[in-house]
């Protein structure tokens, strides 16, 4: 059997989709609990690089439907990324040195993980099935190894480089990396999820993920995205009115209950920020971003974070790391795409009222991109590139299924035009129409 470019690209995206997202936790925690080696590395950039050998080939296929289905938001993105690309190389032609070259590979690096991410976002198919079911399991699997976890050992912080004494446990990811698989497992759930009391519970457990897995920026923008959902959605169902409130009064119970354990955690660090260490430093960075950007506003300072710093490292932690490193022009396409994929796929979804898959998973995705990389992201951070594929699949959805609606109108209005001409026909001539008539 011959598989065409469609069947492949989607078939493709469904496997590195769970792979990258569910997958990495599984793979990490089993190398964290010494039941594997660490033979894929840190598995999302080994993963990330054969998914780009799989979709090369088959872009030109995707090529078409691509731009003509997407109201050319997915001309937007490819000119982006040969914008990057080409500031990338002209930087480091022109200034050429060693800090530049870390410079242009890491940016480099991140193109790949864009593209990947895009057409991934694009041709994952979302009323698929079995990845529901997939995706669903590794949920419960996950949720079950930290509820076990949390009662065995009874910390609230799940740390799996800590697990692994070998090496500082550097072959296993760090929480951003846990968080950031399950954040897009969790909204992707919530997206293809269909009654009230399913997401209602999966918000609920998906909390308590995100607070185990230690990382501050995730479990917030988690928590304002799942409010923001269930306030457009009670605005379109009682039953969702009665969820919000139910969630919303679990949520006050639980942290009642528990502040005085909670209260030493890292996430309620954010009651007292200027305390933290790590807030003080993404401070430092975020003020050392302004003054290369007021030193030069429309062409930023390719490297800046570089040269400034010494590694790779050094960026602030927002947007602004988008306008240091690719200038004005950079900056505005990066963040006005995040910001054009929320509010096309907010208008889809608040004021049409679709409510299919793709459009909430759209919505979800950029909304909590969007929030992020305003406040705690740095460019170099994949996932806007995935709610860019996602709007661009939602768009190419939408497009289509109007297509074949128009398809089915025509081919009816045919047939009656056809039919009454017959019927004209048989009565000029005297025959008798024998057809059956309709009940």
Not at 427 to 435: A, V
Request: proline share 3%.
């Amino acid at each position: 059997m011959i598989l065409s470019g469609d069947i492949l690209a989607a078939r493709a995206s469904s496997v590195g989709f769970f792979v990258l997202f569910p997958g990495f936790m599984i793979y990490h925690t089993l190398v964290a609990l010494g039941l594997i080696p660490a033979f894929l590395g840190g598995l999302f950039g080994i993963v990330t690089v054969v998914m780009f050998g799989i979709y090369m080939p088959l872009l030109p296929s995707q090529r078409h439907r691509m731009f003509s289905c997407t109201r050319g938001f997915a001309l937007l993105v490819a000119a982006f990324l040969a914008y990057v690309l080409c500031w990338s190389l002209a930087s480091y032609g022109l200034q050429g040195g060693g800090a530049l070259r870390a410079a242009m590979i890491q940016s480099l690096e991140t193109m790949v993980l864009w593209l990947v991410l895009f057409v991934m976002g694009y041709r994952v198919p979302l009323d698929s099935p079995a990845l529901a079911r997939a995706f669903r399991a590794a949920f419960l699997v996950t949720a079950g190894y930290l509820l076990f976890f949390v009662a065995t050992t009874g910390q609230l912080m799940f740390f799996a480089r800590q697990m692994l004494e070998a090496d500082g446990g550097e072959g296993v990811s760090t929480y951003q990396g846990y968080a950031r698989s399950a954040l897009v497992m969790l909204v992707f759930l919530i997206a293809v999820s269909r009654t009230a009391s399913a997401r209602a519970a999966l918000i609920a457990m998906g909390g308590f993920v995100m607070f185990v897995l230690g990382a501050r920026s995730e479990l917030y923008a988690y928590l304002v995205l799942a409010t923001l959902l269930l306030v457009v959605w009670a605005g379109m169902s009682a039953r969702y009115l009665l969820t919000l409130l139910a969630v919303l009064a679990l949520a006050v119970l639980v942290v009642v209950n528990q502040f005085e354990a909670m209260s030493g955690t890292r996430q309620l660090q954010v009651l007292d920020l200027s305390g933290t260490s790590s807030w003080l430093a993404r401070q430092h960075l975020e003020q050392r971003a302004l003054t290369q950007i007021a030193a030069s506003p429309w062409l930023g300072q390719f490297g800046g974070h570089v040269t400034a710093a010494g590694g790779t490292g050094g960026y602030a932690h927002s947007m602004l790391s988008a306008w240091v490193n690719y200038g004005l022009i950079g900056f505005v396409l990066y963040v006005g795409m995040t910001a054009v994929a929320f509010l096309g796929a907010a208008y889809r979804m608040v004021y049409r009222r679709d409510t299919a898959a793709w459009w909430v998973f759209a919505f979800s995705i950029n909304f909590v991109c969007l929030l992020l990389v305003v406040l705690a992201k740095p460019v170099f951070w994949p996932l806007p590139a995935l709610g860019w594929g996602a709007f661009a699949n939602a768009l190419a959805r939408t497009r289509l299924a109007a297509d074949e609606d128009d398809s089915r109108h025509d081919d009816n209005a045919q047939q009656e035009a056809a039919d009454e001409t017959q019927g004209r026909d048989d009565h000029e001539s005297g025959t008798p129409d024998l057809r059956p008539s309709a009940p």
